[in-house]
């Protein structure tokens, strides 16, 4: 090529110029290595994409832990300050105080749990009261577990305490209540200091 001359050729010429030899030659040397990262470089690249294609990678137990404290760790437990005369059916039953409450993911305005992380929750609930009274949990508007607090039908001076526990797998975004599904004019009692209506979670894993 005319007028232009190649690194390459810059080179060759310099070994007949004493004075520019080194300069040349180290530039040379450069270029050279700077050839061969590119080649190993590109080599590697093939390799790591074949490899994420022909394999499929599941995150391991103690990643999912790590990934779950990263996120916050998620419990609760609320309980009903005051009693709930003449409860209608299908009406949340809204604990109004919390004793825990770590992920802030139960909301006391609602009675509602909101899942947060995805996972195995142990749910637990109790209710008192001097009526018939059934209460059912609710995972959006799915029933997966029941209890009945029938006080005796002679002794309306006698509270009846119920309570279930479960265990169950959850997804993010999924909504968690108590509801009252049946009753002979249904009631819960709730005390500030006797705390007998109850409901309680916990991420297990």
Known sequence: MSGIQTVDSLAKNAWNKADEKPIFTRLYAV?????DLDTKIKVMEKSLLEVLKDSAYTPSSSEKRTARSVAGNVAFSAYLSRSIDHIGLGQVIKLDRTVLN????YNIATGIFTVPITG????????DSYAETH???MVNSARVADLIS??????????IMSSNTIIIRLYQ??????EVTKGDDPQIIGNENWRYTTFSGLLMY
């Open 102 to 105: 770590d992920g802030n993911a």
């Open 135 to 137: 209460v059912t949990l």
């Open 173 to 178: 975004g999924q909504s968690v209540w108590m």
């Open 120 to 127: 195995v929750y142990l749910l637990s609930m109790s209710v």
């Open 150 to 159: 029938d006080a005796t039908p002679q002794r309306h001076d006698m509270e």
């Open 31 to 35: 270029e050279e290595v700077v050839r």
